[in-house]
């Protein structure tokens, strides 16, 4: 079907790249006939270009804006109870570096040398760091989840899927608007918002957002608030448009995140020091996290991340459109790990992460009678860096009589570049041909150096003092990385309302250097780490029935996964005496592991009114080897971050008023089963199966102006983990610790449109 000139340019002022949702996925509309009833379709630009979610051979979970809005959503974590086989978490002793997870492909540390096998768009911008990637759901169009590999056409990482997180974009009437939210633990958030056409061919807006909230915990030793939330956050943007057929828009964003540092939760007491544990999971002792501390360390921490971008879109013709997509960000870390959490420095590290990037994007859409497709250039140079102390301190003065401290910095840069297309073709009006590939050149070269000293920190932060021990890695390497990644699917139209499909892509993620690394005791660290792959096979099942008021997606599909990437870290004897006074880390290229699973989507129109919506998965991930030393010890390893079951049932009753207001009613349940946090079990980190609970309820005028609500989250108040730190052999008081996601909360919230 050839879409229209007019159709493209208007499709252009609404989306990039990504997904898009049309309309609220829980909501119906009245058909052609008369007073018939059905859920609203669904429109996607998964493959780039504008098609019904139920004619995509890609397992896609849609999320609108207004969707989010009603379950009263904070942030992208959320997604992770609805969306099948996806995990979404802050990142152990963060507060906004995302953890990503999906059907078994992901990353748990935040190193410079390691991305993510997840890739998160920002309106189109690849994020190469997961520091600030946490994103708050504000001023969004809509969040689209794509499961399994997506490297062809969404490349660099994509190796377990994306994750596209779209704002809105300007509309040619003036808009005002105004979000203010109350809630548990003086949760006090703001978010303004104004746009404006400043004539016939240029339109400006700005949103601004302040998150604030206490902690769910308290620090017993410095006074301070745990687990909570200091977020300033703004987005500005222009539009022009110069003619029908061309489309520019130039946008900036910036993120402060002052929260306080968080530290885990001690299952035990401090062996040595004797410190109790908590009475809340979400209290510690941590003492390294007070500014100017008696351990020495400045225990600030910010998060801040920026960057701008430009896209122009040009309709060169009825079949053609040209698009460029240009842009720039960075991110700066400054925090402090208290891996003992306590006020003694059994073992502390402040650290900093600095990283930028730069990226270039040139799509060619074309759009024929039975020939559509796109073809692309993808360009990326990107430096990443971290440098932390890891102070020793208990330890050191025990054995050396000042603190111990190992040094690491190491900077790893990125220069890398692709050509994509993906084509598709209608042999008739049943069968449809898809087949696309990437073909990517990646360039890593590392500067890493390694050192351990005597006093309360290294030079690098600010220690002159220090004495000079020794230094256990120092090297400067480069490695180039070189893949082609295909992709191919068949589908086929049994009628109007049902597609089958059966594809199978290939996932790639390069290789890189572990900036932790210690040659001291892995001198193949200098030669880096090698990329992975994952081959995908798929098969699904798309439905539309009982009159349009039932959806339904099926997919099923087997991963083989090689070579997969696993960070890690190890204590270890850097002097021979016994004790172990440091620790290494290494990326791991794993040998083999196939995680195969079935995924169900549902939505049904039970009522004019009342919506049902339920997803649930079921996964099968095991590591078939993993050598150590000569021995498989794949038996003793499992897949991170990978339920075996997940399930999701939601219900939306929207109750209309005589006088236009409508109200909704919506409840939702979710469950996860029992998570590894890492290859190897540790039992006071891992989480057994359990099961959360959120209620909302939202009061809209006829005019969409003016809304109330109030929502509450984790209604059973469960404790749950989400991450930990396992070093009890590291220090003198056997240091373990968890991290947990949030208690019970209750929030109201005022929006107003003017």
Not at 55 to 65: H, L, N, R, T
Not at 417 to 443: I, M, P
Not at 629 to 634: L, Q
Request: with cysteine.
């Amino acid at each position: 079907m050839r879409v229209s000139k007019a159709l493209r340019v208007a499709l252009m002022g609404c989306a990039g790249s990504a997904a898009m949702v049309i309309a609220n996925p829980t909501l119906a509309q009245e058909s052609a006939d008369a007073g018939v009833k059905a859920l609203e379709e669904i429109q996607v630009t998964a493959r780039r270009r504008t098609e019904s979610l139920q004619d995509v051979p890609i397992a896609v979970s849609a999320f609108s804006g207004s969707d989010l809005a009603l379950r009263g959503a904070a942030d992208i974590t959320e997604l992770a109870q609805m969306a099948p086989s996806v995990t979404l978490e802050p990142s152990r002793a963060t507060s906004s570096t995302l953890t990503a997870f999906i059907r078994g492909v992901g990353q748990q540390d935040p190193l410079a040398g390691f991305e993510q096998g997840v890739a998160l768009y920002l309106d189109d911008i690849y994020m190469a760091r997961p520091q600030g990637a946490l994103l708050d759901i504000y001023d969004v169009e809509r969040v689209e989840i794509l499961r399994g590999p997506q490297g062809t056409l969404y490349g660099r990482n994509a190796v377990g899927g994306a994750i596209k997180y779209v704002t809105k974009r300007l509309g040619d009437e003036p808009e005002f608007g105004l979000k203010l939210s109350y809630g548990s633990y003086n949760q006090v958030d703001a978010v303004a918002k104004a746009a404006m056409p400043i004539s016939d061919k240029v339109r400006v807006g700005a949103t601004v957002a302040s998150l604030n909230r206490d902690g769910f915990g308290e620090n017993l030793t410095t006074g301070e608030e745990h687990y909570n939330k200091q977020i300033l956050a703004a987005r500005a943007s222009i539009e022009f448009l110069p003619s029908d057929d061309l489309f520019i828009r130039v946008s900036a964003d910036y993120t402060d995140d002052d929260s306080n540092s968080v530290a885990g939760h001690r299952p035990y007491a401090g062996a040595v020091s004797g410190t109790p544990v908590t009475d809340s999971v979400y209290d510690t002792y941590a003492g390294a996290t007070e500014n100017g501390s008696t351990s020495g360390i400045d225990g600030n921490n910010e998060v801040t991340a920026k960057g701008i971008q430009g896209t122009i879109e040009w309709a060169a013709s009825d079949t053609v459109t040209l698009k460029s997509i240009t842009a720039y960000r960075e991110d700066y870390t400054e925090s402090v790990i208290d891996f003992d959490s306590l006020a003694v420095d059994d073992m502390d590290a402040p650290v900093i992460y600095d990283n930028e990037q730069f990226s270039q994007e040139l799509q060619l859409l074309y759009t024929g009678n039975r020939l559509s497709g796109v073809f692309g250039f993808y360009y990326l140079d990107a430096s990443a860096s971290n440098d932390f102390d890891v102070v020793l301190g208990q330890l050191g003065r025990a054995f050396y009589g000042s603190e111990l401290v190992a040094y690491t910095g190491g900077t790893v840069d990125t220069k890398a570049w692709s050509l994509f297309a993906d084509l598709s073709y209608e042999v008739n009006d049943a069968v449809s041909l898809s087949v696309g590939g990437r073909y990517t050149n990646d360039k890593r070269s590392a500067d890493i150096f390694r050192a351990n000293y005597l006093g309360q920190g290294s030079p690098f932060f600010g220690f002159e003092n220090s004495i000079f021990l020794a230094a256990s890695s120092d090297f400067e390497s480069e490695r180039t990385f070189k893949d082609f990644s295909p992709r191919i699917a068949l589908d086929y139209k049994i009628n109007e309302d049902a597609l089958v499909y059966a594809s199978f892509s290939r996932g790639f993620k390069a290789g890189s250097f572990d900036p932790r690394g210690a040659n001291l005791t892995s001198p193949e660290v200098e030669d880096g780490f090698d990329a992975e792959t994952l081959d995908s096979y798929e098969i699904g099942l798309k439905s539309t029935w009982l009159d349009g008021r039932a959806r339904t997606n099926l997919a099923v599909f087997y991963s083989d996964y090689k070579d997969m990437q696993i960070p890690g870290s190890l204590p270890i004897d850097t002097d021979g005496d016994g004790t172990n006074d440091g620790f290494v880390g290494t990326v791991t290229n794993a040998g083999k592991a196939t995680i195969k699973g079935i995924e169900f989507e549902g939505t049904f129109l039970l009522s004019d009114n009342l919506t049902l919506q339920t997803s649930l998965n079921l996964l099968d991930a095991e590591i078939k080897e993993w050598l150590l030393n000569g021995v498989n010890v794949a038996d003793q390893r499992a897949v991170q971050n990978t339920p075996e079951f997940m399930s999701y049932v939601g219900m939306t009753y929207m109750w209309p008023m005589s006088n236009g207001s409508t109200i909704s009613f919506n409840g939702n349940w979710s469950h996860k089963g029992s998570i590894v946090q890492f290859e190897t079990p540790v039992t006071e980190i891992d989480q057994d199966a359990y099961s959360l609970f959120n209620a909302s309820i939202v009061w809209t005028s006829e005019n969409g102006n003016y809304s109330l609500g109030l929502h509450g989250k984790n209604l059973g108040n469960k404790e749950y983990k989400t991450a930990g730190y396992n070093f009890p052999t590291l220090g003198l008081e056997n240091n373990i610790t968890t991290f947990y996601g949030p208690p019970r909360t209750i929030t109201a919230t005022l929006g107003l449109k003017f």
